[in-house]
């Protein structure tokens, strides 16, 4: 979600979680630079920076009795560690403690290297598939784009990646889970997908025949794939997928709320020229979020009763209410939300937003528990902070927060089912939006 720049400080919107890649990433897997020594003048730097840090978070906490809560004198005995800081990594350690005492999403601190690869934008190459973790810390290919260089490369839906380069992810997925943020497995998964145009990933492979070495090359999106910039980062591809499925189920799936002016129409065409299909699947899946307000507008084609609220934002001074306003001939028939730990922010709102209306059932997993908006600056150090500037609660008082929204039926990351079904959690879907076997007991809603 996007909010209005501050005049003195050089804002940095994305995405909610978006920025939590560079975030969560920049800890695990690691960014080139080198760390300057901790002179006076850094020093200095650090220490204007921490008190910019607690000024921005205590101005615009929704609840400045819970803030006390949790940093009371922590903030003193934090600030105390910067000024006896030895080097910038103690510096910064202070000050993501105090973030961290905080246990809510969209608080960090990115440092002055990661925050030029945050300049930088997008990077182009992708490798064609998105990987998940099981249940038991496998890390599982759920999806391959066709002719993609994953693809090409001959990996497979329900292959198992074992190792990226030297690394052996098991053991990775246990260390990053105990963080508890499930967002943070999701994104370090997605470095190994994502980067330079060209670049090249070393995997190790487990397949129906066994294990293999493959090596792709990630490739740039095709050009005719439209690119929405968001703030001051650079054009990142807009994917939207549409399809009819078997039993004639409308199937719709973009990856983020971005462009309204070319998702919204989509939408409404798709709706309309498919108006006689039996249900509808809607694919939230890795969906990240974006613009707050596209999930009220969304919304409005399959809420008919007036003055529907998906939630509110609650902010120190304020609300902000999450309005749905009907649309003209709007879809009446069943629909099947699909999400999983990649679903944060603005689906995360139209998720529960829908099901707390009666609307949808959701299938999946439980979303990423990142609901909160949030806007990121520049500190006089040349790190960068993120930090969330309201609370939210839907329209039956679920805060996701931390949380998340819990899918209606749980379908595992599990290589036996996607190998036999292709899609478990959609083929699931479509069997409760025709009443297959397979389908839940429970009636449509």
Known sequence: MFFPEESQVRPYRLLCLLSALLICVSGCMGFPGRTPPMTKEVRQKYIESFDMMT????????????????????????????????????????????????KLSHFGLMSAAASEEFRRGHQPGEAGMILRASDDDQVIVVRVEPNGPADIAGIQPGDEILQAKDLELASRIKEWKIAGNRYLVVQALRSICSGKAGASRELLVLGESGERKVTIILEAADKDIPRVGVGNIS???????????????????????????????????????HSEARGLVIDLRGNPGGIGIMACGISGWLIPEEGFQLGKMIMRDSELNFVVNP??????????????????????????????????????????????????????????????????????????EGVGVQP??????????????????????????????????????
């Not at 819970?66 to 350690?93: F, H, P, Y």
Request: overall charge negative.
């Open 55 to 102: 000024k921005k978070i205590e101005d615009s906490f929704w609840d400045p009795e819970l803030l006390e809560s949790r940093w009371g004198g922590l903030k003193e005995e934090c600030r105390e560690k910067v000024l006896a800081a030895e080097g910038i990594d103690e510096a910064r350690g202070a000050m993501r403690q105090l973030l961290s005492a905080l």
């Open 235 to 273: 054009p990142i591809p807009l994917r939207m997928e549409k399809k009819i499925l078997e039993d004639n189920i409308l199937y719709l799936r973009w990856n983020m709320f971005l462009g309204p002016s070319l998702v919204m129409p989509w939408i409404e065409e798709s709706l309309s020229e």
């Open 327 to 400: 649309r003209m001939g709007g879809w009446v028939k069943p629909v099947a939300l699909l999400i999983d730990e990649g679903s944060g922010s603005t689906s995360e709102i139209m998720a529960q937003g829908l099901r707390d209306a009666g609307r949808v059932r959701l299938f999946g997993r439980t979303t990423a528990g990142a609901a909160l908006p949030s806007i990121i600056i520049e500190l006089p150090s040349g790190d960068m902070l993120q930090y969330a500037i309201s609370d939210y609660i839907s329209a039956s008082g679920h805060r996701m």
């Open 408 to 445: 209606d039926e749980r379908i595992p990351v599990d290589s036996a089912l996607i190998r036999k079904y292709g899609d478990p959690v959609l083929h699931r879907a479509r069997n409760w939006l025709v009443g297959k076997p397979g389908g839940p007991d429970s009636p449509q809603r």
